[in-house]
């Protein structure tokens, strides 16, 4: 595992180049009728965008018991501002070490697959 997953959340500009490795011109994603295209690179695009945005929007709010979490319509990057955040010194939108290991583990599988 690379030295900064550790403390992935706590440089976001690490964040943002490691996180374009895995992104692309959108416009790659649709057929020549401009439809999206539903293929194993966008459905796997897809999965790793939505489990690291769920990722950082869930941050804050970790290690809180159920009855703590605010309303779902109160949920947001930033938590509504009577609530504790669990860490309050990451900016709102950083994922954790769960999203920067998920991204090793691909790097790895796909180092595996390219071969």
């Given at each position: 595992?690379?030295?900064?997953?550790?403390?992935w959340s706590s440089r976001?500009?690490?964040q943002k180049k490691e996180f374009q490795r895995f992104s692309y011109n959108h416009s790659t994603c649709r057929g020549s009728d401009g439809a999206y295209v539903n293929n194993i690179e966008n459905r796997v695009l897809g999965a790793i965008m939505g489990f690291c945005v769920g990722d950082a929007l869930g941050v804050p709010y970790e290690f809180h018991a159920a009855s703590e979490i605010?309303?779902?319509v109160d949920i947001d990057y930033a938590p509504?501002?009577?609530?504790?955040?669990?860490h309050a010194s990451v900016a709102p939108g950083t994922w954790s070490d769960d999203s920067?290991?998920?991204l090793c583990l691909l790097t790895s599988a796909l180092r595996r697959?390219?071969?």
């Open positions: 595992m690379p030295a900064y997953a550790a403390s976001p500009s690490l605010p309303r779902k509504p501002s009577r609530f504790i955040r669990a920067a290991q998920a697959v390219v071969r």
